[in-house]
């Protein structure tokens, strides 16, 4: 069983930037894929970014392609989403997301939310233009 708590939430100008965290516990996560979604009341809960075990393999949405960086700490069990020139429409909820993986590289599957067991409560993110 794992845990995951996401920090980091908060208000911010169009522009500006934010690092997410998400801390993992219980089982070890050295072997598990870590994902971040986001989901708008009344929408799909939708991909934004993942990394694999080894923090080598990672993969983003189009829509945040450039601009977010996720990267992992093992050590802590600790992954991170930074978050660089947000835009109003980056206004959501975000998610942590981790799932066991026998894969060191990550495939399309990784992005999908029935791939995932293990899901944190959200934090809330707000750009104002």
């Known amino acids: 069983q794992v845990q995951v708590l996401e920090s980091g939430g908060g208000l911010v100008q169009a522009g500006g930037s934010l690092r997410l965290s998400c801390a993992a516990s219980?089982?070890?996560?050295?072997?598990?894929?870590m994902a971040w979604f986001r989901q708008a009341p009344g929408q799909e809960r939708d991909f934004a970014a993942a990394i694999g075990w080894s923090g080598d393999s990672t993969a983003y949405a189009d829509a945040v392609k450039g601009r977010f960086t996720i990267s992992r700490d093992n050590a802590t069990n600790t992954v991170y989403l930074q978050m660089n020139s947000l835009k109003p429409e980056d206004t959501t909820v975000y998610y942590c997301?981790?799932?066991?993986?026998?894969?060191?590289?990550?495939?399309?599957?990784?992005?999908?939310?029935?791939?995932?067991?293990?899901w944190g409560q959200g934090t809330e993110v707000t750009v104002y233009s």
């Open positions: 219980g089982r070890t996560c050295s072997t598990y894929t």
């Open positions: 997301a981790a799932k066991r993986t026998t894969y060191y590289t990550l495939t399309y599957a990784d992005s999908r939310v029935s791939e995932y067991n293990y």
